[in-house]
């Protein structure tokens, strides 16, 4: 545990607690989850999705990992999408590939894109994530920085079996929905967590539905 945090806050200078008390970063996040959500409203989607604790969190490890390339499955109507964007933008530099099979809500991510000036940052594959996957990792060849968020859950293992020869050591996957809800795992995540355990430092944090932190050995 002592070697994942430090893993994990230690290598770059960035102090993540700057980060979320940073009054530039918290109005940038803010105003990306309010666009997404009144967006979200007029095409009559009101449920909503990530939590600001966890888009902040992964805005911060974004800045702290410095990533090339993110893949993100699981686009939804793109909350996270954009902060992990707007992170990018504040690095300088990389790209979030992101999945999502709805075209309404993958059209709110991409107003929202549009809106922040955060298009160049993203490439949004529309469509199920079985056909549009293995295709389009073919094109990459270094995965830096890893986002699953699909559903179903079950899926995670297979999308991160896939990725898994692109990873390098040091590269961050993150994983939501990964703790028990009432006591019961979502399907699926026992193993992917099994799979995860071998290769990977990790924290399975009890943050909103669980939030899995993972650097590769
Ligand atoms: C939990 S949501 C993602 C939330 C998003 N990361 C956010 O922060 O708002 C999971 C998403 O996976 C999408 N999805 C489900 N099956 C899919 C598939 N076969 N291919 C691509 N996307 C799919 C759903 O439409 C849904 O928007």
Redesign the pocket.
Known sequence: MKKMIKELFGRVDTNILNHQCDPYVQSRINHIIRSVKRLGRDKGKRFA??TYPTVWLIHALVINNQPDTVI?T???????TNAIADALEYNGHGRVYT????EV?MKIAQETARVFDLSPYIKFITG???KTFSKTLEKIDNIDFVYH???PKEDYLWEQKLMENKIPSGGMVIAHDTYPNDLRYEKGIIDFLDYMEEKYFHINLPYERGLLLAIKK
């Open positions: 999705e990530t993100e699981g686009t939804c109507t793109g909350y996270t999945f999502e099979l709805n809500w199920d994530i079985h968020d699909i559903d």
